[in-house]
């Protein structure tokens, strides 16, 4: 999808404003950030190549360049709005920087995307895809991660039992009252806003990136990551940190 964007438009702004409204819905989303560089640092003797995937505006991929500063960074991610603003985020550290426009739910994204990688991340993405298509990503990242490289992925991971839920998601909400800046963006309001910007009509744009919605929005149960990432040929499976709905999990895609 080509999209053009307005040669005025207030880039640093934009990218202000989408911080402070995923603070709004995100609990400690940089002390996230800031475990999940640290747990590659001390797990891979070299960082080369990082892949973040669902990338958006490159918020992540930002720690991870300037923590291994050798390394050659990829992003993916599906929606053509948000990519220019990882591209403008990013810009100083010019070729180190990989921005992908691909569709996870298809395989070609496997052939966009050189291996072997070092490190797999991403951070409230694949709760977008359903349990059968997370599942077939699983084994297609152990298929460009190289023996010995780590995945981490911090999301939204759900309860089976309904009461336990409604309760992490009660504390969650008392968590982002108490840190979040109250005057962000809502979630539809930066949307809008960001559409009159860019002079296109993005709840259309959106609706063709979003639907059919085949994810859960609380995120499947941590068991459930636990026995796909191992049938996928990860080990050391763990949840690295945790707020109740709210996890960095992974492991390490183990020797074929």
């Not at 400690?28 to 560089?37: K, N, P, T, Y």
């Not at 990338?55 to 990829?74: H, I, K, Q």
């Not at 990136?209 to 995120?219: A, F, H, I, K, V």
Request: charge should be negative; proline fraction near 4%; hydrophobic fraction near 40%.
């Amino acid at each position: 999808m080509n999209i053009e964007f307005p040669p005025d438009i207030d880039w640093r702004s934009w990218i202000e404003r989408w911080d402070r409204m995923q603070d709004r819905y995100i609990a400690r989303r940089e002390e996230r950030f800031s475990l999940m560089v640290r747990l590659i640092a001390d797990t891979q003797e070299a960082v080369s190549r990082v892949l973040d995937i669902g990338c958006g505006t490159g918020s992540l991929m930002l720690p991870v360049l300037d923590r291994f500063p050798e390394a050659e960074v990829y992003g993916i991610d599906f929606d053509p709005t948000l990519l220019p603003l990882a591209e403008k985020r990013l810009a100083e550290f010019g070729g180190r920087v990989h921005l992908i426009q691909t569709d996870l739910r298809e395989q070609s994204w496997l052939e966009l995307v050189p291996a072997p990688i070092d490190a797999a991340i991403s951070a409230t993405a694949l709760h977008w895809l359903s349990a059968e298509q997370l599942s077939r990503f699983y084994d297609q990242l152990a298929q460009i991660l190289r023996p010995g490289g780590i995945f981490l992925n911090a999301d939204h991971v759900g309860s089976a039992n309904s009461a336990v839920q409604k309760a992490w998601e009660q504390n969650r909400q008392k968590v982002l009252k108490n840190e979040a800046d109250a005057g962000a963006d809502e979630w539809d309001g930066f949307w809008d806003a960001y559409g009159q910007a860019l002079d296109i009509d993005i709840k259309r744009v959106r609706k063709g990136l979003t639907e059919p919605w085949e994810g859960s929005e609380q995120g499947l149960p941590l068991e459930w990551h636990f026995e796909t990432l191992k049938a996928s040929g990860f080990e050391g499976v763990d949840c690295f940190w945790r707020l109740d709905c709210d996890a960095i999990y992974g492991g390490i895609r183990q020797a074929d």
